[in-house]
């Protein structure tokens, strides 16, 4: 049995028996994405509410309570071990400063970026929007140092300063890149606003690829979705878009107000806006519930880890039978040794069995399963009831984490294909009669050979009229004479054929037609010698 890859629909609907969301699983040969702790990030946003606390109830980019919060988020990731750097952002209100973490493994001309505005507005302490994005992706930055996998690309994240004035901090971010440094951006994904009181799940819509790995997201955990419109726009993602970089993200909604349609969807009340207290003083931890903020903090881990997460090395192996043919008279045995080897990953079970045997043949193998690396012998015993011929058998090696098969050609019967003569005689009407044809069976365990010869007699007035062709047992037709203007009587001729793909055993056809009028005649004998 091969595992199911990622997020197999099996999981979904365990999950809705179970009436439990669980986080995606992952066999040995998928990644993991992790389960970003819910608990770690409520503990940001407590953080960021003592620092709004301290500050005047605001994290607004001019003061006190930006500045603080930079410096908890800047902590934590150097201490995770980021390379982070604070930009000062000249146009920004307070001249406030972006914070940018970059994570140092992986291709660095290849870089994944995650952002979230880090300021709120004077109002309020902005826990919402935007504590949630930046407390989410903070914590996913530090699941990412502790977890530490194998890297595929670059992961760089930013917070933003000064976005409720006008994105003003993203701007100067993305005008003040380098082009090679912009190019080099592969995706920009951004998070405002995830953890609405009166949530909906919104994926921004800007680019399908990306707003599919959210989607295959949360269609694991049983959430429909719609694509965000009330953020267009309206946050980072757009200083990014502008400049031509792919954009992608996800929000839980602002001051828009939720219909029935949707309530229906997700719960919560229509006719409210998804966040009562979005720009407002009430924007605190209490503004919080926790189903959003969780899923979208699994979600926001599961989109990092497949865009720049390497994919490990699963466990494979490779299965081949010695010797790859034989043949046994009917009720006869033969042994074929079957070997596995370990290719990638580490050594698997494999449970190994044999299809395609003719009736009253049986297959064992011992031990029928083993450990990747090992070998099996494989006894095949036919009965005096076999019929006589050639079967294709199929070893099919059944692996934990993979599936591989090897082919063994099983001839039953004598090996040497004695020549057959049939000499019943076979009128040949004249045209436009039909083909007329002639048989011949063969009992032998090979295939016919690559200097098959049809010695053929025929009494005829115009031989040139005859177009003759052997037909194998499969209903392969080989034509060993068209018609001509020889009008020579009579034909007695050995053509040679290479039949070397055809199974020997069973009936083969000689197949004559006349094509030209006014002359008649008859096979008298043909010999087929395979
Ligand atoms: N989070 C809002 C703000 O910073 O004012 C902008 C926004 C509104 C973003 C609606 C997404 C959706
Ligand atoms: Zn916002």
């Known amino acids: 049995m091969k595992w199911k890859t990622r997020l197999g629909a099996g999981v979904t609907a365990l999950a809705a028996v179970l009436g439990v969301v669980s986080a995606p699983t992952a066999s040995a040969t998928t990644l993991a994405a992790p389960d970003i702790s819910l608990a770690n990030v409520k503990t940001h946003l407590n953080q960021l509410q003592t620092i709004a606390n301290n500050n005047g109830g605001t994290r607004s980019a001019r003061g006190g309570g930006y500045a603080a919060s930079v410096s908890y988020v800047e902590n934590l990731l150097k201490n995770a071990g980021y390379t982070t750097t604070r930009q000062t952002c000249t146009s920004c209100l307070g001249q406030s400063q972006n ?3 970059e994570w140092p493994q992986g291709d660095a001309s290849q870089v994944i970026m995650l952002g979230a505005h880090l300021d ?5 302490p902005g826990i919402n929007d935007n504590g949630s994005g930046s407390a989410s992706i903070l914590e996913v930055a530090l699941t990412l140092a502790r977890t530490n996998p194998a890297m595929a690309k670059r992961v760089r994240f930013g917070w933003w300063a000064d976005e409720e004035s006008g994105l003003v901090g993203s701007k100067y ?4 890149l380098p082009g090679a440094e912009r190019t080099k951006i592969k995706t920009y994904l951004n998070f405002d606003m995830i953890g609405s009181k009166n949530w909906g799940y919104f994926v921004y819509d800007d680019v399908a690829s990306v707003k599919a790995i959210f989607d295959e997201y949360f269609s694991s955990i049983g959430i429909p979705t719609e694509g965000d419109s009330e953020g267009d726009g309206r946050s980072d993602h757009a200083s990014f878009k502008s400049a031509g970089i792919p954009v992608g993200g996800l929000a839980t909604g602002a001051g828009d107000v939720k219909s029935s349609a949707q309530a229906q969807k997700w719960g919560g009340t229509a006719g409210s806006p998804f966040d009562n207290c979005y720009h407002r003083a009430c924007d605190t931890t209490a503004n919080i519930p926790d189903a ?3 899923k979208n903090s699994d979600a926001i881990g599961y989109a990092l880890w497949k865009l720049a997460v390497a994919a490990p090395q699963g466990n494979d192996f490779s299965v081949a039978v010695n010797p790859t043919s034989g043949t046994v008279q009917p009720g006869q045995s033969l042994q074929v040794a079957v070997s596995t080897t370990t290719t990638s990953g580490s050594a698997q079970s494999v449970t190994l069995s044999a299809s395609g045997l003719p009736a009253g043949a049986t297959a064992t193998f011992n031990p029928a399963t083993i450990s990747s690396g090992g070998s099996s012998t494989l006894t095949i015993t036919t009965s005096s009831s076999t019929p006589t011929g050639t079967f294709p058998v199929t070893v099919t090696a059944d692996g ?7 082919s063994f050609s099983l001839g039953v019967g004598s090996s040497s294909c004695a020549p057959v003569t049939t000499s019943t005689r076979l009128d040949i009407p004249d045209y436009p009669g039909a083909a007329v044809s002639s048989t011949a ?13 049809v010695e053929v007699h025929i009494t005829h007035t115009y031989r040139g ?9 499969d209903g392969t037709a080989y034509r060993l004479k068209n018609s001509s203007s020889d009008s020579t009587p009579n034909l007695d001729t050995t053509y040679t054929v290479n039949a070397s793909s055809e199974a020997a055993n069973g009936a083969w056809k000689l197949q ?5 009028p006014a002359d008649t005649g008859y096979l008298s004998s043909w010999t087929l010698t395979v």
């Open 512 to 516: 004559i037609k006349d094509v030209g």
């Open 120 to 124: 709120s507005v004077s109002a309020g």
């Open 441 to 453: 069976n063969v009992g032998c365990a090979r295939n016919a050979s690559g200097t098959t010869k």
């Open 99 to 101: 914070l940018i973490a």
């Open 292 to 294: 959003p903020l969780e």
């Open 173 to 176: 971010y993305v005008n003040n």
């Open 465 to 473: 009229d005859l177009v003759i062709d052997l037909v194998a047992p």
């Open 400 to 406: 934990a984490n993979a599936d591989h098969t090897a």
